[in-house]
């Protein structure tokens, strides 16, 4: 497991194995999370990587007081 250690500026530096594996790139945004008394990083994603991810998800129906303002009339 790598050790990394925090900068006189609060800054660290992720390992090259991690950035590797979650394929990271300079300038990526990553969320920080305290859970449990621990950091926990999350790389975010573009949006266009999400496109066609809910292709074939079956439809639902909306609860009465989701519907938008033009159904409910």
Avoid: C, H
Avoid at 6 to 30: D, H
């Amino acid at each position: 497991m790598p050790v990394v250690t925090v900068s006189p500026k609060f800054q660290v530096v992720i390992p090259r194995e991690v950035r590797e594996r979650l394929r990271l790139r300079p300038g990526q945004k990553v969320e920080v999370f305290l859970y449990d008394g621990r950091l926990e990083l999350v790389p975010l994603r573009p949006v266009k990587r999400l496109r066609g991810s809910l292709a074939g998800a079956p439809a639902f129906e909306r609860e009465p007081d989701r519907l938008g303002w033009e159904q409910r009339e």
